[in-house]
């Protein structure tokens, strides 16, 4: 599977495809959705904003002249605005090849919580794409070859500055006892993975001709980092890489032909940092079994959604 250097050009021609990507109004999911464009695909994406997601129509229509783009309204953390979005979503399209789990926010200042009250990163990063996914899972088993990958960091687990080692916190989901932020932050970039290898599973269990994979950017200059504080600003400018680089391992996942699902891309330099997307490992956590489907079981629960297969 290693290549040197793979980039965009490495991307195949994905003309005719279904492209749903959230959190695509910066960042990251701007950088995917515009080279997804140059690529062919027709892409959806779900946007808090509408003004700020026809800005962003046109930034992408600036660089890509012929791109086919789509706004559609939905707050990743608001169960009831993924519900809306789901339903109008299949009412509009029979198919769906691509669906890039991304949005994401990091290390909030305060404990916030969701309209349906969990913490917010979990909220967002965790539960809304696991609501997400499966309301589309009709659409998703109807489209052959049709991928899920979902955006962790490399945060889930130990290092990188975190001397704790993350968990799912089942008994203090919502860290009722006590706000830790970055202890927030990694039980749901955990989730994650956790989440993405138990539905590859439950995928092939079922005989559904999908796969689900996973990627992280290691350290990527974005607004993610926006509440991190005045320390991370500096990294940012003095060792994040730019967004180009840190949009090819999701790109990578999204797009590398022959892959039989579960795996993982992310840069391989200065401790996954920086560098070009490969095959890496995640924490032994994210592959336990046991709290995949326990995670699975409390998902479905708190978001009322039992997914069919």
């Excluded at 439950?202 to 350290?219: C, D, E, F, M, W």
């Excluded at 992310?266 to 994210?286: A, C, I, Q, W």
Aim: charged share 20%; proline share 4%.
């Amino acid at each position: 599977m290693a290549t040197s250097n793979w980039t965009k050009e490495n991307i195949p021609s994905q003309q005719g495809k279904t492209v749903l990507i959230t959190g695509a109004t910066s960042g990251i999911g701007l950088e995917a959705a515009t080279v997804l464009s140059e690529k062919g695909a027709k892409i959806i994406l779900p946007v808090r904003n509408l003004d700020k997601g026809n800005r962003v129509i046109q930034q992408i229509k600036q660089k890509v002249k012929s791109a086919d783009l789509t706004i559609m309204k939905m707050d990743i953390a608001d169960f009831d605005s993924v519900r809306l979005f789901a339903a109008e979503f299949t009412k509009k399209y029979s198919k769906l090849d691509l669906l890039l789990n991304n949005a994401g926010i990091m290390w909030t200042p305060q404990k916030e919580l969701s309209k349906q009250g969990q913490e917010s990163q979990f909220a967002t990063n965790h539960l809304g794409h696991f609501l997400l996914t499966g309301l589309l899972l009709p659409l998703l088993k109807s489209t052959p070859y049709c991928r899920v990958i979902t955006q962790s960091s490399v945060l889930h687990k130990k290092g990188q500055g975190q001397n704790f080692e993350p968990t799912i916190y089942f008994d203090d989901l919502n860290f009722s006892n006590g706000f830790d932020t970055k202890k927030a932050y990694a039980q749901s970039k955990l989730a994650n993975l956790l989440f993405t290898y138990e539905l590859d599973r439950r995928l092939k269990n079922a005989q559904v001709n999908s796969i689900a994979t996973a990627a992280h950017p290691g350290y990527t200059a974005t607004n993610l980092q926006k509440d991190a504080g005045f320390m991370m600003k500096v990294m940012n400018v003095l060792i994040a890489q730019k967004v180009d680089m840190g949009a090819l391992p999701i790109l990578r996942a999204a797009t590398e032909p022959n892959l039989k699902g579960a795996e993982y891309f992310g840069p391989t330099k200065m401790n996954e940092m920086k560098g070009y997307p490969e095959l890496v490992r995640s924490s032994d956590t994210s592959y336990d079994k046991n709290l995949a489907k326990k995670l699975w079981e409390i998902s479905e629960k708190l978001t009322n959604h039992t997914y069919e297969f």
